[in-house]
């Protein structure tokens, strides 16, 4: 059974700082990696989406790599805002579409 | 958000009672999908449906019930088997090899 472990639980950054969000996964058997927000009592947004076949995603300030053969996801965020407070969520695709979630990083980026 | 509507936005339910929790798309997604979310902790997959008039049990499918008659809709009931159904419940929608997108949440509380 896949599962999919996020580290750390809970960071908070003053604002500017560059960070790294850990994820890993047990079964490298995997469609896809993908990177969802969520703020406070709200669905979830996607931010990256890396395939299989990929190494890393970039959008903005946000890049994300996957290291499928070691089970493993880094979210970098640069230049951190207070905006970027949220909670990050890692999840991998198997079959059926199905996603397993971790259970985040509630990141907090201080003025 | 965007095409995916649900509602209502928080529900009370009392014991031995059963609920029907409403998602609907605008987006022509074939794959529809709820999921349940604990205090601090990760999305779990209830029911998934990738067709009209077919549905497949997801890791925490007891206590409830699907239908999905209709493309656009695919209401979850809480039944009264569940015996912790207090929660945060997410609908989301997909297509092919695309994210997943996310409804903004129904908040289920037990009185």
């Known amino acids: 059974k896949q599962e999919v472990t996020q580290i750390p639980a809970a960071l908070s950054v003053p604002e500017g700082e560059n960070l790294v969000l850990n994820c890993s996964f047990t079964?490298?058997?995997?469609?896809?990696l993908q990177w969802f927000r969520q703020d406070p009592g709200k669905g979830l947004t996607s931010l990256l989406l890396?395939?299989?076949?990929?190494r890393e995603q970039t959008s903005g300030r946000l890049n994300a790599s996957l290291d499928k053969s070691s089970g493993r996801s880094t979210l970098y965020i640069a230049a951190s805002q207070p905006g970027d407070s949220a909670t990050y969520l890692c999840?991998?695709?198997?079959?059926?579409?199905?996603?397993?979630f971790g259970e985040g990083t509630q990141l907090t980026v201080n003025p | 958000d965007g095409g995916i509507t649900q509602s209502p936005k928080y529900l009370f339910r009392k014991e031995g009672q059963n609920v029907t929790l409403s998602c609907e798309q605008n987006?022509?997604?074939?794959?529809m999908y709820w999921y349940r979310q604990d205090p601090g902790q990760g999305l779990r997959l209830i029911y998934y449906s990738q067709i009209v008039n077919d549905f497949q049990k997801g890791d925490i499918a007891e206590g409830y019930s699907v239908s999905r008659e209709k493309k656009e809709s695919f209401p979850l009931t809480v039944t009264s088997a569940q015996k912790n159904p207090t929660a945060f419940y997410l609908c989301?929608?997909?297509?092919?090899?695309?994210?997943?997108?996310f409804g903004p949440g129904t908040r289920l509380t037990v009185l």
């Open positions: 989301a929608t997909g297509q092919g090899t695309d994210t997943q997108y």
């Open positions: 079964d490298s058997a995997i469609y896809n």
């Open positions: 987006l022509n997604h074939d794959a």
């Open positions: 890396i395939q299989s076949s990929q």
């Open positions: 999840a991998v695709e198997t079959s059926g579409s199905r996603l397993t």
